[in-house]
Structures are given as structure tokens and as C-alpha cells.
């Protein structure tokens, strides 16, 4: 092994100041010099690494990669990775992988050039934002379990209705069977009535389990209409139960958008229900609630809600969709920060203006999956 050209003791000095560690490293990506927050970092000392090739510090797959791009710069002087940082998983003397951010520069002047990294540990980092992606994952899933909640009045409603007619039809197919010569066909038309009843009864239960239940997979192109109407149910329950006025007003034709489907389903359930509770307000004969879908002139899709109760008030509208937000006695103020958190996830908005001529409106837009038509 080549003796590797030390630095100055100066540089030396100031490579050894540094907080995140500094390797230098010849044409060839050989070692010259180890920074001490290096040694720190990986585990070795400078004079185990010395004169060897920086591949020693990374996984197989970067090691292969990073030769390429020094060499590609010796021959050509094209940049690429030079000026630039990029995460890389780095590899230390006890064999342990851990993520790194790398900066490369080189070192001017000099002929054939040298080149100095800059190696940060984003473990903390990583591990950081992780544990942030899991705690609003696990918000968001409390959020989902108290709008579900508190619609529970209406969905009770609803579900009377497939099962009191369940039990209706048990009781005819009872006395059918009841009389001398019994009407079989009569009796199978009321066991397919009880059969389709429990589909329709089972079809609210798995909505509502979808809606509570923790997210899972890669997100998919999904017809806005379609969310909205699998939700139909479940919004009319909810405005019935409150002596409110609600429509659905569908654009056709809509492209598709990328989703989480039940994700998108939580913010519009939120929003409609943030709606049937401020038109509480209001008397039982002005209560109205639409929930429209159209496309905007860039081509986005987009959703609103809106209603005729008393609107934001400029005091709250400020901090409307801050956490811990709410004028309700018994709110969490976490729903439309949750919402909005959602939304952006989706790299899509959610916005409030007023309503026309009186109440909010809410308008959800989300970017549209390139010719994916509805």
C-alpha cells in the first residue's frame, strides 16, 4: 500500500476542528487525510485508513457507484456528484450500516485534483423523522375514530333501518310457514329481502371499518365521485340525525387522483360533519350542506364543502387550521390540521372562503394522475 501524502499540519488542524467528518482524498479516492470527528464517526483511526480507498467507509452498492463518479470527473472534469451532496449509506469498522449524508468537493489548484468529503450521521435524523411519519400516522388514526365516533348517532340510525327489516321479514317468513300449505315462493322472496337487507347492513359496517382502520399500501388512482358516493351513506345519516338539507352536486368526467382512498375519505367525512355541527346554529329551516366535485382551470381536482351556517369568525380564521384550534366546548382542535396534513401528503391544498351568502366553504384540491380519466 502507497504512503498517503499527509496534509500541512494546518490543514490537518482545521480538518480536525470540524464537527462532521472530513476525508481527503486523492485522484484514485485513497485516504490522505482523517478528520478525528471521522475517526468518531466510523471507528477506525487515521492510520488505519490512511492510503486506503474511501470504498472501506461505504456499502458495496455506494462504493462501486462513488469510484465512478471520482473517475468520471478525473477524465472529464464533469461535475456530476462534485459540489453536491446526497445520502449514502456508510458502513464503520465494526461492520454497522449507517445512514450518511456526503458532500463531495475538490480541491482546487491541484493536478491530477484531489477531493474532500464531508461525511454527517443522519441516524437521529432519520430515526426522527420516522417516529413523526408514525406519530401522524397514529394521530391521524385517532382523529378518524372520533369523526366516526361522533357520527355514531346517525349510523345507528341507518343501521336500524337493513336490520329492523331483517327482523320483519324473519317474522312474515314465520307465520308463511305457520299456515296449512305454505307459499314457498313466498317465503324465498322474503329470505332474499333478509339477504340483501344484511348485504346493505354489512356494506355500512365495512365503510365504517375501512374509514377506522390503519392505512396500508402504496397509494392508487381513485375516482373522486366514487369516494364521495361509497360515503353517501354514512354523510345522510349524519345530516338526517341533525335536521340537515344535503346534496351531492358530481361533476362526470373527472380525471382520476392518487390516493390513499380512505385517507381523502376521512377529510371529506371531517369536513361534513364540521359542517352539520356549526349549522346547529342555525334554524332547522336554513340548514344546508353540499358537498360539489369539479376541475379547476390548471386541471386539479377539486372538492368543496359547504354550508349556510354562521362561517369562520375573523378572529379564528387566523388559526384556523392550527392544532388545538376550536371553538367547540367539547372539540380536540385536531381535525382540520389533520386534514390539511392529509391533504399536503397528497401534495394536494385545503382551503377555507367564505360561503355565498352566508356559511363556509372548505375546498379540497389534489393534482389529477396524468390522463386517468374517470
Known amino acids: 500500500m502507497p504512503a498517503a501524502a499527509q496534509p500541512p499540519?494546518?490543514?490537518q488542524a482545521l480538518l480536525d476542528a470540524a464537527v462532521d467528518g472530513v476525508v481527503l482524498?486523492?485522484?484514485l479516492g485513497c485516504i490522505q487525510s482523517f478528520s478525528r470527528s471521522?475517526?468518531?464517526l466510523f471507528g477506525y483511526r487515521a492510520q488505519e485508513v490512511l492510503g486506503r480507498n474511501v470504498g472501506v467507509l461505504m456499502t458495496d452498492q455506494d462504493r462501486s457507484a462513488h469510484d465512478g463518479f471520482l473517475a468520471r470527473y478525473v477524465?472529464?472534469?464533469v461535475p456530476h456528484i462534485i459540489g453536491t451532496g446526497r445520502e449514502v449509506s456508510a458502513r464503520r469498522k465494526?461492520?454497522?450500516?449507517?445512514?450518511?449524508?456526503l458532500s463531495?468537493?475538490?480541491v482546487r489548484d491541484t493536478e491530477p485534483p484531489r477531493f474532500v468529503g464531508f461525511i454527517q450521521d443522519r441516524?437521529?435524523?432519520?430515526r426522527t423523522g420516522e417516529e413523526a411519519r408514525r406519530l401522524q400516522e397514529r394521530l391521524g388514526?385517532?382523529?378518524?375514530l372520533a369523526t366516526v365516533g361522533e357520527t355514531a348517532s346517525g349510523l345507528a340510525h341507518e343501521l336500524n333501518q337493513p336490520l329492523a327489516a331483517i327482523a320483519n321479514y324473519a317474522q312474515a317468513c314465520e307465520r308463511l310457514l305457520a299456515r296449512p300449505g305454505a307459499d314457498l315462493e313466498e317465503v324465498r322472496e322474503a329470505l332474499r329481502e333478509i339477504a340483501s337487507q344484511a348485504v346493505r347492513a354489512g356494506d355500512i359496517i365495512r365503510r365504517l371499518r375501512g374509514l377506522a382502520g390503519p392505512h396500508r399500501g402504496p397509494r392508487e388512482p381513485a375516482d373522486i365521485n366514487t369516494l364521495v358516493t361509497e360515503l353517501s351513506d354514512l354523510m345522510k345519516s349524519d345530516t338526517e340525525a341533525h335536521h340537515v338539507r344535503y346534496r351531492l352536486e358530481l361533476t362526470e368526467g373527472l380525471p382520476k387522483v392518487e390516493t390513499h382512498g380512505t385517507q381523502i375519505q376521512q377529510v371529506i367525512l371531517n369536513l361534513v360533519h364540521n359542517a352539520v355541527e356549526a349549522l346547529k346554529e342555525t334554524p332547522d329551516k336554513d340548514r344546508e350542506l353540499i358537498v360539489r366535485t369539479s376541475r379547476s382551470d390548471d386541471g386539479d381536482v377539486e372538492l368543496s364543502v359547504s354550508d349556510t351556517g354562521p362561517g369562520v369568525s375573523a378572529t379564528l380564521l387566523p388559526q384556523l387550521f392550527e392544532p388545538f384550534s376550536t371553538t367547540k366546548p367539547d372539540g380536540t382542535g385536531l381535525g382540520l390540521a389533520i386534514s390539511r396534513t392529509i391533504i399536503a401528503q397528497h401534495r394536494g391544498t385545503l382551503s377555507y372562503r367564505p360561503n355565498v351568502p352566508c356559511g363556509a366553504c372548505f375546498v379540497l384540491r389534489l393534482p389529477s394522475t396524468r390522463g386517468g380519466n374517470a
Open 123 to 126: 441516524t437521529l435524523q432519520r
Open 104 to 106: 463531495v468537493g475538490v
Open 75 to 77: 477524465s472529464t472534469r
Open 141 to 144: 388514526h385517532v382523529s378518524r
Open 94 to 101: 465494526d461492520g454497522s450500516v449507517f445512514a450518511a449524508f
Open 38 to 40: 471521522a475517526e468518531q
Open 9 to 11: 499540519d494546518e490543514v
Open 25 to 27: 482524498l486523492d485522484h
